[in-house]
C-alpha cells in the first residue's frame, strides 16, 4: 500500500452538460434532461457534442494529441468519442501533461460492457445489403476494449489497461478497481472511465417488457417523467453520458503540486447472489456501511449521499429502506440526491457522471435540485427540492447498484482548501 | 470505368483519412502510402465495394500492390 488515493482530475460529456464546468451549471439549474425523442421513447440525450467541438474546448492540450484524437476517433460512434472527449477533459484537469507520472505508471480502467448495441443497430443494414460491405473496422468497434485501446493511444498510455463490468453498477466497480491499483501501487495514476451506454433497439424493448422504462405519457413533459423517490415514480429513463476520474496516490499528486478534489476514503462491493433484477436492502445497506467502516467515518457524519435513485419503485423503496439501517437515527441528517433525475440513468457511466456531479458539489458546496421531487416518498429524508440549496459538504457516499445482486458504495471526502 | 472506380477508390480513402487530397490518390500509389493502415486498407476496400455496388470475394485482394490493381480488380466485378 502507498497511502491515500485522491482525484485529481475529472470530466464529463452527458445530457447536462459537456464537460466539468458546463455539467455544474447543469447541475444547479436543476433541469431534467430528458426529452421525447420523437417516437415516445424517452431519453436524456446528449445534444450538440462532436469531438472536434470537445478538443477545441481544451486548448492546453498538446497539438499531437488533439492530431490522434481526430485520427483514432474522428469517425467512431458516440460512445468512443465521448469516453474520449471526457478522458482528454480529465487529463487536462489533472494537469498530466507534464510528464509525471510516467506514461507506464499511468493505468486506464473503463466500466461497461454490451457497449456497442447501437453501433451494431447502425452497421446492421450495411451487412444486411452484402456481408462484403460490413467495415472490417467494426473487428476493433465492436469490442469494449475499444475505449481502452483508444484512449491509450491518443494519450500516449502505457501502464495497466481493462474494462471492468457490474451493470448499472459498472462505474462504481471501475472506481474500486482503479482506486485499489493505485494503492496497490501497481500504478501512480488511473483514468477511471464510466463508458456512455446507448441501448440498442432489442435491449431497450426488453427494459420496456419488463416495465422498469418510464414512458411518454400524454399531456405530460417529458421532462417530468423521471421522478426519483417521488410517488410518481414510474421506472427510469434511460442517459446518455460518458464520465472520467483521474485517480492518483496522494504522494504523487503531492509531488507534482496537483490540487486533488477529493480523497477516494472508503469503498466496498459485494453480491446478493441473486440473478435478478431485484434489489436488496440488506446487501445495499452493508456496502454502504462496510465503505464507511473501511473509511473509519461514522454514519453520522456523512453530509451527502448520491443515491443509486433511479426512479423505479422499488428500487427506491429499497434504497430508502437501506439508508435508514446503515443511518438509524441519523437518517434525516445527509442530504440525499438522485443525480439520474437530471441526466437519465448513465447505466454503466452512471458511478462515474455521479462521482463527478458529487465532486462538483464538495468543491463548491451546493446540493443540486430534485427537479421532479413533488411528493416524496419518505417524510424524513432530507431531499433537495427545486432549488439548489447552499450546503457545506465534507463527507459523501456514492451508491450503484446492479442487476445481478450487484452493490457498491464508495466514500469521498473533501480535500482541505 | 477506371476513372469511375479511381474515383470512388479516392472518395473512400478521404472519408478514411479527410487529410488526403484528392490528387493524391494516382493508380502508382499504395494506400498504405497514403497512411492507411491494415483496418483502414480493409475499410477503404468495402466502402468502395458498398459505393460501386459490387462484391469482390476478400481472397481476391491477395494479388493487390497498389492503388492501379486495387482499381483493375475492382473493374473486373463491376
Known amino acids: 500500500m502507498t497511502g491515500p488515493v485522491v482525484v485529481t482530475g475529472l470530466g464529463v460529456v452527458c445530457a447536462a452538460g459537456c464537460g466539468p464546468a458546463a455539467f ?3 447541475l444547479r439549474s436543476g433541469r431534467s434532461a430528458v426529452t421525447d425523442d420523437g417516437s415516445g421513447a424517452l431519453a436524456a440525450a446528449v445534444s450538440g457534442f462532436s469531438l472536434p467541438g470537445a478538443l477545441s474546448a481544451l486548448p492546453g492540450l498538446p497539438a499531437a494529441m488533439r492530431d490522434r484524437a481526430v485520427r483514432a476517433a474522428g469517425r467512431a460512434p458516440l460512445p468512443l468519442q465521448a469516453a474520449l472527449a471526457a478522458a482528454l477533459q480529465a487529463w487536462d484537469s489533472a494537469r498530466l501533461a507534464g510528464g509525471a507520472p510516467p506514461a507506464s505508471r499511468i493505468a486506464v480502467v473503463v466500466g461497461g460492457h454490451n457497449l456497442g448495441g447501437q453501433h451494431a443497430d447502425e452497421v446492421r443494414p450495411r451487412f444486411a445489403a452484402s456481408p462484403a460491405y460490413l467495415p472490417g473496422r467494426y473487428a476493433l468497434r465492436y469490442l469494449d476494449t475499444d475505449h481502452v485501446g483508444t484512449v491509450s493511444e491518443v494519450l500516449g498510455l502505457a501502464g495497466e489497461g481493462f474494462t471492468v463490468g457490474g451493470a448499472s453498477a459498472s462505474g462504481n466497480v471501475a472506481i474500486i478497481c482503479g482506486a485499489r491499483l493505485v494503492a496497490a501501487g501497481d500504478a501512480d495514476a488511473c483514468l477511471v472511465i464510466g463508458a456512455l451506454t446507448r441501448l440498442s433497439a432489442m435491449e431497450r424493448q426488453a427494459f420496456v417488457n419488463l416495465g422498469a422504462l418510464a414512458t411518454a405519457a400524454p399531456g405530460a413533459d417529458p421532462a417530468s417523467r423521471c421522478r426519483p423517490f417521488d410517488a410518481g415514480h414510474c421506472g427510469f429513463v434511460p442517459g446518455e453520458g460518458a464520465a472520467c476520474l483521474v485517480l492518483e496516490s496522494a504522494r504523487s499528486a503531492g ?8 480523497t477516494v476514503a472508503g469503498y466496498a462491493q459485494r453480491l446478493d447472489g441473486n440473478s435478478q433484477a431485484d434489489p436488496d436492502a440488506a446487501g445495499e445497506a452493508a456496502v454502504m456501511t462496510e465503505a464507511l ?3 473509519g467515518i461514522p454514519a ?4 451527502y449521499v448520491s443515491t443509486h435513485g433511479t426512479g423505479s419503485r422499488l428500487g427506491d423503496e429499497t434504497e430508502l429502506a437501506a439508508l435508514r439501517t446503515v443511518f438509524g437515527d441519523d437518517f434525516g441528517r445527509p442530504w440525499l440526491n438522485a443525480t439520474k433525475g437530471l441526466t437519465g440513468h448513465c447505466l454503466c457511466a ?8 458529487t465532486l462538483i458539489q464538495l468543491r463548491e458546496g451546493f446540493v443540486h435540485p430534485n427537479p421532479n421531487l413533488d411528493h416524496p416518498i419518505d417524510p424524513v ?3 433537495a427540492g427545486p432549488s439548489p440549496e447552499p450546503a457545506g459538504l465534507r463527507v459523501a ?3 450503484g447498484f446492479g442487476f445481478g445482486g450487484i452493490n457498491t458504495s464508495v466514500v469521498f471526502t473533501r480535500a482541505a482548501a | 470505368m477506371t476513372d ?3 474515383a470512388a477508390i479516392a472518395r473512400s480513402v478521404r472519408t478514411v483519412l479527410p487529410e488526403i487530397g484528392p490528387d493524391q490518390v494516382r493508380q502508382d500509389r499504395s494506400l498504405s502510402d497514403l497512411g492507411c493502415n491494415s483496418v483502414d486498407r480493409a475499410e477503404v476496400v468495402s466502402l468502395t465495394m458498398e459505393d460501386l455496388g459490387i462484391d469482390v470475394p476478400v481472397n481476391a485482394f491477395s494479388g493487390v500492390t497498389d492503388i492501379g490493381t486495387l482499381a483493375d480488380l475492382l473493374r473486373a466485378y463491376a
Open chain 1, 300 to 303: 453520522g457524519q456523512v453530509d
Open chain 1, 381 to 383: 429524508a432530507r431531499f
Open chain 2, 4 to 6: 469511375n472506380i479511381l
Open chain 1, 255 to 262: 509531488g507534482r503540486g496537483a490540487t486533488p478534489w477529493a
Open chain 1, 397 to 399: 457516499l456514492s451508491n
Open chain 1, 293 to 295: 467502516r473501511r473509511a
Open chain 1, 24 to 26: 455544474a451549471a447543469g
Open chain 1, 350 to 357: 452512471a458511478g462515474v457522471v455521479e462521482a463527478v456531479a
